[in-house]
């Protein structure tokens, strides 16, 4: 055993064990998922897809992969699913790859509204050697729309642009996605659909978020946030042509050998996903992030668009505390033993490093068996936080009933 490791992994548990996870993107995994991906599937190179390596030995990894492969499309209802990406970025060069040349135009939504870094940052591939041109969100405080998708002006935006693809699917956006009205828009402009569904992965499974099928022509997807999986990307489609398309852009488009392990705890991760069980989960999920809204806009906060309708919300701190910025706020929730991360709200007058606003989501919570009294308790510990402005015996008080309450909502084991 190497100890220096295993001792920083064991605090690590501890860490998780004793801290109330609020960060949207992540989540607990199963202890079978947890199994999957330290095992000797991590041994083998399989370069390549079953039934067509390049490596001999392959036959436990061809029938992990076409499991996965099998268990994917009957939980998103589709036709093609391609395992392999590394990562949701990844799996978002893919797409890239397999339908633009360089220099090409697609759309997608202003990156400081809710974007992804891999939807078109200047400094990442997706800025540097495609063009984005972006839409906005509804910006009028009076509209009943304030701070959602303006479909209208993505409609303008791609007639005067005339992209290869529109995107959509975001990392900071509380409200439902109409991937019907970006389809007709795509359709209406000649453009691919692209829906990147990492953050509702597991909503759309769970039934409680729409499906992007059949609207979308591509859709990329993390397997670890809502969808509780390892670590990784996945890219599905119905379109025969295209998942050729995507399968040269994965493999050897844009990488080498896949990790098996990790497709191993794929498998695990959609088997799971298709068990009753999970509809349950996904739905406790929105339940507990429209309580943990209530318990905040109930204290004063103001949140982007007003709540939330999947498993996030953005926290406008400007109303609470004009003169200290997310970044400190998230610092500070940290000592008192809550992880989230400081966010950008829409049209931020602070930048990316600071930012008006927090992040917080409820998949790990919910993970542990929190429900919607656990989350009016945590608005409450969040308030404390804020209105004591990081006062250190507060937060350490609050840190002291926090590690109390964890003890009451193991981690799965
Ligand atoms: N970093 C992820 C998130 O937190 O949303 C997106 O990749």
Known sequence: MDEKVFEIIDKESKRQESTIELIASENH????????????????YAEGYPGKRYYSGCENHDAIESLAIERAKELFNCNYANVQPHSGASANI???????NPGDKYASLVLSDGGHLSHGL??????KYFEPV?????????????????YDAVREVCLEHKPKMLLCGYSAYPRIIHFDKMREIADECGAYLMCDIAHIAGLVAGGVHPSPFPHAHVVTTTTHKTLRGPRGGLILTNDEEI???IDRAVFPGSQGGPLMHIIS?????????????????????VENAQALAKGLSGRGFR???????????????????????????????????MIANHNGIPKDPRPPMQTSGIRL??????????????????????????????????????RKEIKKFCLNFPLPH
């Open 303 to 337: 949140l982007v668009s007003g709540g939330t309708d999947n498993h996030l919300m953005l926290v406008d701190l400007r109303k609470k505390l004009p003169d200290n910025t997310g970044k400190e706020v998230a610092v500070w929730m940290e000592s008192a033993g």
């Open 265 to 285: 705890g794929k498998a695990v991760c959609f088997g799971e996903a298709l068990q009753p069980e999970f509809k349950d989960y996904s739905r406790k999920i």
């Open 361 to 398: 989501g409820t998949p790990a919570v919910t993970s542990r068996g929190m429900g919607p009294k656990e989350m009016d308790q945590i608005a409450e510990w969040i308030d404390r936080v804020i209105i004591s402005k990081g006062d250190v015996l507060v937060l350490a008080k609050i």
């Open 243 to 245: 998942s050729t398309k």
């Open 134 to 150: 972006h839409y906005p969100l509804i910006y009028d405080e009076d509209d009943d729309g304030f701070e959602t998708i303006n």
């Open 29 to 44: 995994v199963s202890p079978a998922v947890m199994k999957a991906v330290g095992s000797c599937m991590t041994n083998k």
């Open 122 to 127: 200047k400094i990442n591939i997706s800025g």
């Open 94 to 100: 893919a797409v890239f790859l397999a339908f633009m």
